[in-house]
């Protein structure tokens, strides 16, 4: 294997030594198996294909001080993809099998679980696909779950320094009763265009409105939001947004340190009052907003006046990843030691 330069990944895909999967039919999961192969054997018909029958999740494993692995929150991510499938008509895999699966695959490839202190962690991502044929728009009655691993970098190359992001009203991602709330490949087809054209103008992402009025603060293309004011967290809540694992650990780990804790619709003119504002999720972390430009309105709102993150988006990073590495003490049960 080349030497990884664990310090410099970014949040990209690299070849692990296993993945593992198992398989739906005639109303039951089989056991998982390992694969080295990183490839799937699909029918030109399935389902997930045609009419994306695709729901997906993300997850990390850390290495602490003491060389041990910990998972944060996998069973969280059990459940928000039992969610996504109800929400897409797909078979449910069982909490349990997730979990057995996840610490599979991590223990397969431990070799890749970057060390401790490179700022790296293994990024977890389960798959579940319909894969049996269909022509007319109707559920497969096959389905396939996989979970591969890769080493990651930050999902912003910026990494903990401020970003400038957008909105553009001309684009949504989700409607109002649609898919948001679940975890389904077709949001994030939805969002390919607005974010590369973001990309193009120098932005780290697009923050999408509601798509009903275009007045209240939905979330990033690839994270939740979060305001600060007042020593209060304020989060949109919205029936088009994904519940992110990472923002509810956020909102509790705010209440904590002392902060209220507002969930709430939260109007796009109240972004002017926060004194910092973040994205926050499994891949993004806690990456604070430099700036959000409004553009069709010609409005901006500015959350740091030195470029760095402001002390509550430190304080909370710096919480989370302690929790995350083993460095405090787990108190809310929110860790998974592989053994
Ligand atoms: N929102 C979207 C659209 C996402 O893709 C993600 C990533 O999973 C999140 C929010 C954050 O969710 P979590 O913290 O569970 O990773
Ligand atoms: C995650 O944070 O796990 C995500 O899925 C975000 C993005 C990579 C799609």
Redesign the pocket.
């Known amino acids: 294997m080349d030497v990884i330069d664990w310090s410099n990944l970014s949040f990209g895909y690299m070849k692990t030594d296993y993945n593992v999967r198992c398989h739906y039919r005639d109303g039951k999961w089989s056991d998982p198996e390992l694969e080295t192969s990183e490839y799937i054997n699909l029918h030109m018909a399935a389902t997930c294909l045609h009419y994306g029958q695709e729901v997906f999740?993300?997850?990390k494993a850390f290495r602490g001080k003491d060389g041990k692995i910990r998972i944060f929150r996998m069973r969280?991510?059990a459940l928000?993809l039992q969610s996504s499938c109800r929400g897409i008509m797909m078979a449910e895999l069982p909490v349990e099998r997730f979990e057995e699966m996840v610490l599979l695959a991590v223990k397969k490839n431990e070799r890749f679980v970057p060390p401790y202190q490179s700022g790296a962690s293994l990024y977890i991502r389960p798959l579940l696909i319909g894969t049996s044929a269909q022509v007319g728009v109707k559920p497969a009655k096959e389905y396939t779950f996989l979970i591969f691993v890769t080493p990651v970098g930050p999902y912003f190359k910026e990494g903990f320094k401020p970003t400038p992001m957008v909105i553009m009203r001309e684009y949504d991602?989700a409607a109002p009763l649609g898919t948001g709330t679940y975890?389904v490949g077709g949001?994030?087809a939805a969002?390919l265009r607005s974010g590369e054209k973001a990309h193009e103008m120098g932005y780290s992402a697009v923050l999408y409105l509601d798509a009903r009025e275009k007045k209240y603060i939905d979330?990033?293309?690839?994270?939740?939001f979060f305001g600060i004011r007042d020593n209060t967290y304020i989060t949109p809540k919205s029936e088009s947004?994904?519940?992110?694992?990472?923002?509810?650990?956020l909102m509790q780990l705010a209440e904590e340190i002392g902060m209220k804790v507002e969930r709430r619709p939260v109007l796009e003119e109240e972004l002017a009052t926060f004194e910092e504002a973040g994205a926050?999720?499994?891949?993004?972390v806690i990456s604070p907003i430099l700036r959000i430009d409004d553009l069709s309105e010609n409005r901006s709102y500015h959350f740091s006046k030195d470029g760095k993150a402001g002390p509550i988006c430190e304080k909370l990073y710096h919480k989370l990843r302690a929790i995350q590495y083993g460095d405090e003490p787990d108190k809310y049960g929110w860790v998974t030691v592989v053994e």
């Open positions: 999740e993300g997850l969280e991510n928000r991602r975890k949001n994030y969002s979330e990033c293309g690839p994270a939740n947004i994904l519940p992110s694992i990472t923002n509810k650990s926050c999720g499994t891949a993004a």
